[in-house]
């Protein structure tokens, strides 16, 4: 599995009240890569917000407005017009189960209960694309969806701007030189204590 992502999406909610959210870490995760790539995001008919990186075989950075659970119909039609096979797509998102600030990598799985990948599971028809999962942590109590729509404080939010700067990180060496590079260069990195 050496196959670099051609398109890269950032799972998150559109509007100013889910801006800084657990829930968003997706589109922050591309709000940075692209700031130091230089590139700018635009409205794309893909419902969602597309940036374009030069070069040989480029690389489009996609940020649904579909909302969270609805994101692979975005996935799916920026996809499809711009000829990229499921395998070469790679969707950053968050996730309850990692510790906070932890990322992984895989090239493939299942949604692990998450619903915007399922979205896309459902919408592409494959499971055979990379993810780019950031540990949010499991909430102190049951509230799931109050924790997840909740911005972090304190260490927990040092912990997720790390995250944020190493999976920036991540995803350039995937571009670069493929995804099984990067997972071997970056999955087992922890939070430093």
């Known amino acids: 599995m050496s196959q670099k992502p051609r398109l890269v999406c950032g799972l998150g909610n559109p509007g100013l009240e889910y801006h800084g959210t ?58 499809h017009a711009l000829g990229v096979a499921p395998s070469d797509i790679l969707c950053v998102c968050d996730d309850l189960d990692l510790p906070t600030g932890q990322i992984r990598l895989r090239g493939e799985g299942s949604a692990g209960g998450h619903n915007g990948l399922k979205s896309i599971i459902g919408e592409i028809g494959t499971q055979q694309f990379a993810r780019l999962r950031i540990g949010i942590g499991r909430p102190p109590d049951d509230d799931v969806v109050r924790f997840v729509l909740g911005s972090a404080r304190g260490e927990d939010a040092l912990r997720l701007t790390w995250a944020v700067d190493l999976a920036v990180e991540c995803l350039r060496t995937a571009v670069q030189d493929g995804i099984e590079a990067a997972m071997n260069a970056f999955n087992g990195r922890t939070y430093p204590a």
């Open 22 to 79: 657990r829930h968003n870490i997706g589109f922050r995760v591309l709000d940075a890569f692209a700031r130091e790539e230089r590139l700018s995001f635009r409205r794309s008919p893909h419902q969602g917000y597309l940036a374009k990186g030069s070069g040989p075989a480029p690389i489009y950075l996609l940020k649904p407005t579909t909302f969270m659970n609805l994101s692979g119909r975005s996935v799916r039609l920026a996809a």
